[in-house]
C-alpha cells in the first residue's frame, strides 16, 4: 500500500506520516530528502530527528530516491519518505539554483517506476504549495506546477490520499 500525505507548513503531516508508520506494525525506513542548507533548515533536521523512534533506520538521500526506494524493496518494511517538496526541489536545481530539466524529469520517471514495482508499504509526505496566490516570479511559479502534477501523478498511483490540516487528517483517497 501507498500513501500520499499532504499538507502545509507545520500542518501536522509529519507528525501524522509518523503515526501510520508506526501503526504498519512494521520495521520502519525513514528516507529523509533534506540538507541543511541553513541553520534554520538544521533546526527542522534536528527536530524531526528527536521525534524519531529510536529503532527507525534512516536513510539520507536528497536526490536519488527512486534508487533508495528500490534498494529497500522485498525487505517487508515501512518506507517514510520525508519530504517530496524538498526532493522535487533537489533534482529540480542545482545548487545554484538553475534548472535542470533533463535530472528532474529522468528522476521523476524513475521514482514513478520505483513505487509502482515496490510492493512496501510506503508512506510519502509532501507540501501541498498550491493553495495560496500566484507567485510573482516564473521560477516559483514553475516549481508550484511541477508539485501540483506531482501530486496529482502519486494520487493516481496511491491507494490512500490524506490531507492534513491544523494536525487533523482528511482522507480524500482510500482504496
Not at 524531526?48 to 536528497?62: F, I, N, S, V
Not at 490512500?160 to 494536525?167: P, R
Request: aromatic content about 6%.
Amino acid at each position: 500500500m501507498i500513501e500520499l500525505v499532504l499538507g502545509g507548513a507545520r500542518s501536522g503531516k509529519s507528525r501524522y506520516a509518523e503515526q501510520q508508520a508506526v501503526a504498519s506494525g512494521l520495521p520502519v525506513v525513514y528516507l529523509a530528502t533534506a540538507e541543511a542548507g541553513d541553520g534554520e533548515m538544521s533546526a527542522r533536521i534536528a527536530h524531526h530527528r528527536q521525534r524519531r523512534p529510536a529503532e527507525w533506520t534512516t536513510l539520507e538521500e536528497p536526490v536519488a530516491l527512486a534508487e533508495a526506494i528500490t534498494a529497500q524493496t522485498g525487505r517487508g518494511q515501512c518506507l517514510l519518505v520525508d519530504c517530496l517538496t524538498l526532493w522535487l526541489c533537489n533534482v529540480m536545481f542545482d545548487k545554484q539554483g538553475n534548472l535542470q530539466e533533463d535530472r528532474f524529469r529522468r528522476h521523476s520517471a524513475a521514482l514513478f517506476d520505483a513505487l509502482d514495482a515496490s510492493g512496501e508499504r510506503i508512506i510519502l509526505v509532501s507540501n501541498e504549495v498550491g493553495l495560496g496566490v500566484v507567485a510573482a516570479d516564473a521560477m516559483t511559479r514553475r516549481f508550484v506546477d511541477e508539485a501540483g502534477f506531482l501530486h496529482q501523478k502519486l494520487a493516481q498511483l496511491c491507494d490512500k490520499v490524506v490531507l492534513v490540516t491544523a494536525g487533523l487528517p482528511q482522507i480524500l483517497k482510500q482504496v
